[in-house]
């Protein structure tokens, strides 16, 4: 009986009820309709002979119908999850920085650059260590994001931008957090150079270390950076006559 009566509230309200509103639409009348509820009784014992025929059909269907469903939420959203986050391919290939250094980002985001422990994994056994700190291992992870002459250049740059950053513990998260505070524009151009700027800093004084022998201070080295840094904005997003003092009060 209870139940009945919740499907005839649920299902009939429209029919059990009428809304007449006055001329002016200031008063509001609800009219009830008595005759109404016998045709939800009616129509509710049709409903109840064929359902018993049909339930097993539909609960079949019904159940087949969700599981597609979910199936399609799922893999759109292993979809979206694998273009948008998992993979920062916008942060790769579409920064405005020279293309050997977008492939060289894409390497490192992948961690296949050519340091001594993917060197070591490819059969070139070396003494691993890191040509600027002399300190660790060379890992992709230690040279680019960890080692402390490495962290010097990100702190230039964070400081100059008043950001407390915490680094991540890889490459691919760091593309993949680097612009989430909101740039726009010209200024979000320059910012997203940022990373593979100091990458590419890193490597050529890693390079310059190993094979030639020779070394910068740590002055030089940040110089090179930023030097690096103004030339490549100059060549996409500043003006002519933009100077790198400029350039560095636009961080």
């Known amino acids: 009986m209870q139940e009945e009566l919740d499907d005839i509230i649920r299902y009939g309200s429209k029919e059990l009820f009428a809304d007449d509103n006055d001329e002016a639409g200031k008063s509001r009348q609800i009219h009830y309709d008595d005759a109404a509820i016998d045709r939800l009784l009616d129509r ?60 060289f980002t894409w390497l490192l985001a992948k961690e296949t650059v050519l340091t001594h422990e993917n060197l070591n994994r490819r059969g070139v056994h070396l003494c691993s260590r890191c040509f600027l700190c002399e300190e660790h291992g060379e890992t992709v992870n230690h040279l680019f994001l960890h080692c402390k002459w490495t962290t010097q250049l990100w702190q230039m740059f964070t400081n100059m931008r008043e950001i407390k950053w915490v680094k991540p513990g890889r490459i691919k998260e760091v593309l993949k957090c680097w612009n989430r505070d909101g740039n726009v524009g010209r200024k979000e151009e320059r910012w997203k150079m940022v990373p593979s700027c100091i990458w590419w800093t890193v490597w050529l004084e890693r390079n310059q270390r190993c094979h030639e022998g020779k070394q910068s201070n740590i002055q030089r080295f940040k110089l090179k950076c930023l030097a690096l840094y103004y030339f490549w904005c100059k060549q996409v997003v500043l003006d002519s006559s933009e100077v790198i003092s400029t350039t560095i009060d636009w961080l």
């Open 44 to 103: 509710e014992q049709v409903i109840d002979e064929d359902a018993a025929a049909n339930d097993e059909e539909e609960d079949s269907f019904l159940k087949a119908f969700k599981m597609l469903e979910k199936l399609m939420k799922v893999n759109e959203k292993e979809k979206k999850l694998l273009l948008e986050v998992e993979w920062p391919w916008k942060m790769i290939w579409k920064t405005k920085i020279p293309y050997k250094v977008n492939c």
